[in-house]
Nanobody, 123 residues
Framework: VQLQASGGGLVQAGGSLSLSCAASGRTFSTYGMGWFRQAPGKEREFIAAISRSGGSRYYADSVLGRFTISRGNAKNTVYLQMNTLKPEDTAVYYC?????????????????WGQGTEVTVSS
């Protein structure tokens, strides 16, 4: 499967952005999907994940209450709505897919990765 992330950009602190990740192939609905981010000089970190049905969702503590992950299986797309953005949210954001279909938080469990979309939050 190929993943294409989009929606990044420059936003002021307190603002919002909506990221999308479009997947190729007809098996999207069987994959668990996740969003991760990587800031310069830091490790890639977990942000949010959603199970194949959308019934389970998990978030990193740093974004809980501000970010929302969702998916549209009919559109082969996973979304990340980001509100009340902070400068520390600045990073390249990656979407990822895993075979098991669960909402995993470990990046090593993901099988496919998108190319990343850059988010910059100015203070």
């Amino acid at each position: 499967v190929q993943l294409q992330a989009s929606g990044g950009g420059l936003v002021q602190a307190g603002g919002s952005l909506s990221l999308s990740c479009a997947a190729s192939g007809r098996t999207f609905s069987t994959y668990g999907m996740g969003w991760f981010r990587q800031a310069p000089g830091k490790e890639r970190e977990f942000i949010a994940a959603i199970s194949r049905s959308g019934g389970s969702r998990y978030y990193a503590d740093s974004v809980l209450g501000r970010f929302t992950i969702s998916r549209g299986n009919a559109k082969n797309t996973v979304y990340l709505q980001m509100n009340t953005l902070k400068p520390e949210d600045t990073a390249v954001y990656y979407c990822a897919a895993q075979f098991t279909g669960v909402a995993g938080t470990n990046k090593d469990d993901y099988n496919y990765w998108g190319q990343g979309t850059e988010v910059t939050v100015s203070s």
